[in-house]
């Protein structure tokens, strides 16, 4: 395993104090339905330059495409989008996928994946793999998995699933920003009152988990990869805050997946709260840490 810890730079430091103080009132005075709320919050992100969206919507399949202007020939990235399995949408999450198309130049397909309390496990986690198979059946022939807390969990279940199956796989890589894979709580950072995390509550997670659950065993591997076999997994980049409830849960991971054999890249960024590369308008650090994981990407479609 490689553990890199990045500083929290000069210039972001009065920046993310303002942002957290923004994120304090946005919580506190927002008004309405909840998912409508975490939508206007993280439809925030801006779209890079270019990039162009389509939605998709068939039968058995919703989401959105996000499209470089200059698009390589080969490859796509999937993206799971967060929200604590209760909320979040594909749509809302446009921006953040976009930054990622564009700086890769490859097309992203961000999943509109059933929610709980409607949907339980292993609703989402089929949904994905539904996704998966039908851009394979799309032209598809190599695929980068991404995802953001939830949706990073969501991405690390489907790669041990195609890791065992019976299939050669076409997933090349695993990009995850502050994953959550432990849905049993065994991190200590998740109750640590010393944490700073401005977004993410214990017992909002814990409310989350109940309702995603449904009664399913929480160490299940199709509700968290933690404890799932990790053995064989494509290479994995994990980026997480320091100041994060899911600290553990990406150090936890990451340790079990490389004594499993698998390579995995761990990026902790100093100072920086939940999936902070959503901020990439306000912080420096985020626009960084979006670079190191585009070039991650371009990397394994180049390799595979």
Not at 1 to 27: C, G, H, I, K
Not at 101 to 111: D, E, H, I, N, S
Not at 279 to 294: E, I, K, M, N, P
Request: cysteine-free; aromatic content about 10%.
């Amino acid at each position: 395993m490689s553990l890199v810890t990045f500083p929290l730079v000069d210039e972001d430091r009065n920046r993310e104090t303002a942002l957290r103080a923004r994120f304090a009132q946005f919580w506190s005075t927002a008004k309405g339905d909840p998912r409508t709320v975490y939508d206007t919050f993280i439809s925030a992100t801006p779209f890079a330059e270019g990039v162009s969206s389509e939605q998709v919507e068939t039968a058995s399949m919703r989401g959105w495409w996000l499209r470089p202007p200059v698009a390589e020939h080969d490859g796509a990235i999937l993206y799971l989008h967060g929200g604590g399995y209760v909320a979040g949408s594909a749509k809302a999450y446009r921006g953040l996928a976009s930054q990622l198309a564009g700086r890769t130049r490859r097309p992203a397909f961000v999943l509109e994946y059933p929610l709980a309390p409607e949907a339980t496990v292993p609703a989402a986690p089929d949904a994905v793999m539904a996704a998966y198979d039908w851009l394979r059946s799309n032209g598809s022939e190599r695929i980068a998995f991404a995802g953001d807390s939830a949706g990073g969990g969501l991405a690390l279940v489907t790669l041990a699933r195609l890791a065992h199956a019976s299939r050669p796989s076409a997933a090349i890589a695993g990009l995850v920003f502050s994953p959550w894979v432990d849905l049993a709580f065994t991190g200590a950072s998740m109750r640590d009152p010393r944490s700073q995390d401005p977004l993410l509550t214990y017992e909002a997670l814990q409310a989350g988990a109940r309702m995603y659950l449904g009664g399913a065993d929480p160490r299940d591997p199709l509700a968290s990869p933690l404890f799932a076999d990790l053995s064989g997994l494509p290479p994995l980049l994990i980026q997480v805050g320091s100041d994060e409830r899911l600290l553990d849960d990406a150090r936890q991971y990451a340790e079990r997946a490389a004594g499993a054999g698998s390579q995995v890249r761990v990026e902790v960024w100093e100072g920086m709260h939940h999936v902070f590369q959503v901020d990439v308008a306000h912080l420096r650090t985020s626009g960084v840490a979006l670079d190191r994981a585009a070039v991650f990407l371009a990397e394994a479609f180049a390799i595979h």
